[in-house]
């Protein structure tokens, strides 16, 4: 189990975000669904957590 790599989050992660101007991060849900809506941000969900991203 990976954990969010936001701050202060002890959620699961779910997606890996690839950023164009940052580094990919590992993110929960919660937080991957407000960061994917920027442009050029690509969501790819971990293997394990398909059914909790779509």
Do not use: I
């Not at 993110?27 to 991203?53: F, I, N």
Request: charged content about 30%.
């Amino acid at each position: 189990m990976t954990t969010c790599e936001e701050t202060d989050c002890e959620n699961e992660a779910a997606v890996e975000l690839h950023v164009p101007w940052a580094d990919n991060v590992l993110l929960c849900t919660a937080h991957a669904r407000v960061l994917a809506q920027k442009d050029g941000v690509v969501a790819e969900p971990l293997d394990d957590a398909v059914d909790d991203w779509s």
